[in-house]
């Protein structure tokens, strides 16, 4: 009999194995690929006390794992980087979005047990996050829909455009879109789609549009600048749900994954879809990718949790891919979050291919990948496994929110439920001098709120001399281990005297128009505060720093009488004048030397003295000008001889 290779079967059959010999913490995933899989793996019944109670169940069986993972790195945050404390939320944080403002909206469904438990699926758990205040604010959903499993991105103003979302109990998708407006915290419909959608993608477009895809429907639509959708009826293609989705250098919209092969869509018109090669041999689903440079895609994980990891540029006519180096830990369920000095962070995930949840294989270290090596280091563990329906976001401070996991099938057999959140700090915070302390930070006094394409601006900073590194984020939109929007853009600069004037790139497809986040980073590798920067293809150029000011020229001058070699007889009444000007200013004085002394001066035109001379001898006379900022000129010397008088 032909054996398989163990590699092939390990994750299928450990799995199954688990449930046959009763192994706590791990279950078989039902077909999660389709809609209808996932009502399968979602499909629970209890009540509020017993989600209560495996909230709490899952923070202590994540205790002795965490701390075994906390114990293989060191425990400097300065190397590790730093976790807060596990905080309860009135939500599970399965959706969440950076607001303009700093907070974060957060939504799950309509109660903490299964969402096909409920009959009423007439609104949504959603609150407001302030990491400042840690505080929550209530924003309940209460137009009539329950926005679970949406899609959702940021439109041009910072407010949120949410398309698709749960519309019963047999998990079936709405065509109803939702607006949430981060200055009111306030919910409005906007315009129904063409056909319900439970798991779309939504992408911000260069031209302020947003493209939505898949969810169900293989049509893509598009909302346009007006509000009103349009169909992409010539681009019809089936593709995984929660496809990966981000505008190209080229102005369309390139397809990274989660499956292998890689698209390019032209949203103009009808649509159409480009087929380029594969991305590699893996079906990535529930990996995670994060665009960390203009045309630049990394992709880590997923599938059988794996630990490659590819970077996709597409800055050329084809994509070119290449490998860069494997995380530590195969991970699936997990997150990739851009930071504030442009490295990609990955947080939570299992590590043994379950397709939902393994309590037993969770991975609670974080790592933190660098572009400039292609290398991966293994940071800080966290204390609560995040596995399925967990998300990680980078908040205007640096640090990085990972919160949720649970509410499904699987994750209620195995006890899952992490109806909470911790924050991240990450190593760039702290000194590097081991002492555990918060490196000094630079800081942003001053940046313009908007910014075109193609111009400079100024930012104002202290720090100006010490800084090495000045990017732009957009805000992120993150559910599902897909992160719907957020860029890494970098931004050349020149320091001067208090200032960095940093260049925006020409090219909008570069970074779609919308709300950025402006870090500075100095020379120790600490990053700002964020600055929340528009950058508005429709926005004049910034006018043009100051120019320094301009040297002072000093004056000139010239002494016209007496001229040189004149003799006279004394006694004698000299009249000493000369002539003096100023081109970018005035003078304000004359001044007549014999030699270094001072003879006597005049303060107007003409410039004259007149001089008394009883000795006989030879004498040496300058005129020496003032201007009006200090700066003198001494005029041409003139030698003169006076005789006695025989």
């Excluded at 159409?272 to 994980?301: C, E, M, P």
Aim: include cysteine.
């Amino acid at each position: 009999m032909r054996r398989l290779p163990l590699v092939a079967i390990t994750p299928a059959i450990v799995l199954s194995l688990a449930l046959m010999l009763g192994v706590p913490g791990a279950a078989v995933a039902q077909d999660i690929h389709t809609p209808e899989g996932h009502a399968a793996e979602d499909h629970v019944i209890h009540d509020a006390a017993t989600e209560a109670r495996l909230n709490q169940e899952t923070r202590q069986r994540s205790a002795a794992p965490s701390q075994a993972a906390a114990a293989a790195v060191a425990a400097d945050p300065g190397q590790s980087g730093q976790w807060g404390p596990v905080v309860n939320w009135p939500v599970v944080g399965i959706h969440v979005a950076l607001l303009p403002n700093g907070k974060v909206l957060a939504w799950d469904s309509v109660g903490d047990a299964a969402t096909e438990s409920f009959p009423d699926q007439t609104f949504t758990r959603a609150t407001v996050y302030d990491p400042q205040m840690d505080s929550q604010t209530p924003v309940q959903v209460n137009t009539g829909y329950n926005i679970f499993c949406a899609g959702f991105a940021h439109l041009f103003d910072g407010s949120l455009f949410i398309a698709g979302g749960n519309k019963d109990q047999q998990l079936n998708g709405i065509v109803q879109t939702h607006l949430f407006n981060p200055a009111t915290n306030t919910w409005s419909l906007g315009p129904n789609m063409a056909a319900g959608r439970w798991y779309p993608s939504v992408t911000p477009l260069t031209n302020g549009e947003m493209l939505i895809t898949e969810g169900g429907p293989d049509i893509p639509e598009v909302r346009k600048t007006d509000g009103t959708l349009r169909a992409l009826n010539t681009a019809s293609l089936n593709l995984p749900l929660y496809p990966w989705m981000d505008v190209a250098p080229d102005g369309r919209v390139f397809y990274s994954g989660p499956d292998p092969t890689l698209r390019k869509l032209d949203p103009a018109g009808g649509g159409s879809w480009q087929t380029f090669g594969q991305r590699d041999g893996i079906n990535r689903d529930y990996g995670s990718h994060a665009v960390f440079d203009v045309g630049k895609t990394l992709v880590a994980g997923g599938g059988p949790s794996s630990r490659d990891a590819r970077v996709i540029d597409i800055n050329g006519a084809t994509p070119q891919v290449s490998a860069t180096a494997p995380m530590a830990f195969g991970r699936r369920q997990h997150n990739l979050t851009l930071l504030a000095d442009g490295t990609v962070l990955a947080t939570g995930g299992n590590s043994t291919g379950a397709g939902l949840i393994d309590m037993n294989g969770g991975v609670y270290n974080a790592e933190r990948w660098d572009p400039a090596t292609g290398q991966w280091t293994t940071l800080a563990a966290q204390a609560v496994t995040r596995q399925y329906h967990s998300t990680a976001l980078l908040l205007p401070d640096g640090r990085v929110l990972s919160s949720g996991g649970g509410i499904c099938g699987t994750c209620d057999q195995v006890g899952y439920l992490a109806k909470n959140a911790e924050i991240f700090s990450p190593p760039y915070l702290f000194k590097k001098d081991g002492s555990g302390q918060l490196a000094p930070r630079p800081t942003i006094t001053d940046a313009p709120g908007t910014v075109g394409y193609g111009t400079s601006f100024q930012i104002t900073t202290p720090n100006a001399a010490s800084i090495q590194k000045v990017g732009l984020i957009r805000l992120g939109s993150q559910t599902h281990s897909v992160e719907m929007e957020q860029r890494y853009i970098p931004l050349s600069f020149t320091a001067g005297s208090g200032t960095l004037t940093a260049s925006v790139p020409a090219n909008v497809n570069a970074a779609v128009p919308g709300v950025y986040m402006l870090f500075i980073v100095d020379s120790a590798g600490v990053p700002s505060v964020a600055k929340m920067v528009t950058l508005d293809s429709a926005a004049s150029p910034s006018p043009p720093p100051p120019p320094p000011p301009a040297s002072n020229q000093p004056p000139t001058t010239s002494l016209t009488s007496p001229s040189n070699g004149a003799v006279f007889t004394s006694p004698v009444k000299l009249s000493l004048a000369a002539s003096a000007s100023d081109a970018d200013g005035t003078v304000v004085r004359v001044e007549f030397f014999n030699g270094t002394t001072k003879l006597g001066e005049d303060t107007s035109v003409p410039y004259t003295l007149q001089w008394n001379v009883g000795a006989a001898g030879t004498y040496a006379l300058t005129a020496r000008a003032t201007d009006d900022a200090g700066a003198t000129t001494t005029s041409n010397t003139a030698t003169i001889t006076v005789k006695k008088k025989r």
